[in-house]
C-alpha cells in the first residue's frame, strides 16, 4: 500500500513532441505528489508537484494531471526539449506539512527527446 | 547557501572494509535522509531523521548506520563493506518530513 507505481521506464519523443509519464499509487492518506528531474551525474531536484485538491498544475511546459478517483497522476511535457533528457521520479507523501510519512518513490522513467 | 553537500564524490572499497559518507546542510532543515539509486530501482530510503538526536530507519537499513549530534551533519556510515552496497547514495534534507527535499550531489561507491 506504501508503493508508487510508475510507467514507463524509458520514453524516447521526437523534439517538439509531448512526454507523458504516469504513476499509480494505493494508499489515499497520500496528500502531496512532487516530480522530481535528475541529469546524468546529478542529485533528483524538484520539478513540480501537486496537492490532491487540484486536478491539474502547469508550470511552463511541465503539466501535472491529477485523478483522485483512479488514484493516480501524470506529468506531461508539451514541446519537448532535447534539455528535457533526464531521469524523472514521482512521489508521495501523506501529512504534508506534518510529521507523517516519507516520500515514497517511483522506480523513474528515463526520457530521451531526439532532436 | 552551498546547500546540500556530501563527500567524498567517488570512494572505492574493498569486503569488509568501513567508511563513513558524509553530509552536511547549510539550510537549518530539521529533516534529512539517506537514500541509495541502483538501476531499476529507483531511490530507496536507508535512513533518516527528523532532527538532531532523532534518527530511524527507512526501507533498506541493513548494513547502514547513522547519528545526528547537530542539525548540519548526517554521516552515513557502512560498517562492513559488502558488493551489494555498489550504489550511488544521495543525502536530502527537508524543512520537514514530506516536505519538497533537496538533494546532495551524490557519493558513487563500489564494493569490490
Known amino acids: 500500500q506504501q508503493q508508487v507505481k510508475q510507467s514507463p521506464q524509458s520514453l524516447i519523443v521526437q523534439k517538439g513532441g509531448i512526454s507523458i509519464i504516469n504513476c499509480a499509487y494505493e494508499?489515499?492518506?497520500?496528500?502531496?505528489f512532487p516530480w522530481y528531474q535528475q541529469f546524468p551525474g546529478k542529485g533528483p531536484a524538484l520539478l513540480i508537484a501537486?496537492?490532491?485538491?487540484?486536478s491539474e498544475k502547469k508550470e511552463g511546459r511541465f503539466t501535472i494531471s491529477f485523478n483522485k478517483s483512479a488514484k493516480q497522476f501524470s506529468l506531461h511535457i508539451m514541446d519537448s526539449q532535447p534539455g528535457d533528457s533526464a531521469t524523472y521520479f514521482c512521489?508521495?507523501?501523506?501529512?504534508?506539512?506534518?510529521?507523517?510519512?516519507?516520500?515514497?518513490f517511483g522506480k523513474g522513467t528515463k526520457l530521451s527527446v531526439k532532436p | 547557501n552551498a546547500g546540500v553537500t556530501q563527500t567524498p564524490k567517488f570512494q572505492v572499497l574493498k569486503t569488509g572494509q568501513s567508511m563513513t559518507l558524509q553530509c552536511a546542510q547549510d539550510?537549518?532543515?530539521?529533516?534529512m535522509s539517506w537514500y541509495r539509486q541502483d538501476p531499476g530501482m529507483g531511490l530507496r530510503l536507508i535512513h533518516y531523521?527528523?532532527?538532531?538526536?532523532?534518527?530511524d530507519q527507512g526501507e533498506v537499513p541493513n548494513g547502514y548506520n547513522v547519528s545526528r549530534s547537530t542539525t548540519e551533519d548526517f554521516p552515513l556510515r557502512l560498517l562492513s563493506a559488502a558488493p551489494s552496497q555498489t550504489s550511488v547514495y544521495f543525502c536530502?534534507?527537508?524543512?520537514?518530513?514530506?516536505?519538497?527535499?533537496?538533494f546532495g550531489p551524490g557519493t558513487r561507491l563500489t564494493v569490490t
Open positions: 539550510m537549518n532543515h530539521e529533516y
Open positions: 494508499n489515499t492518506a497520500f496528500d502531496y
Open positions: 531523521s527528523v532532527g538532531a538526536g532523532i534518527t
Open positions: 512521489a508521495a507523501s501523506m501529512g504534508y506539512g506534518g510529521s507523517q510519512g516519507n516520500l515514497i
Open positions: 501537486i496537492r490532491p485538491d487540484v
Open positions: 536530502a534534507s527537508s524543512f520537514a518530513r514530506g516536505y519538497e527535499q533537496y
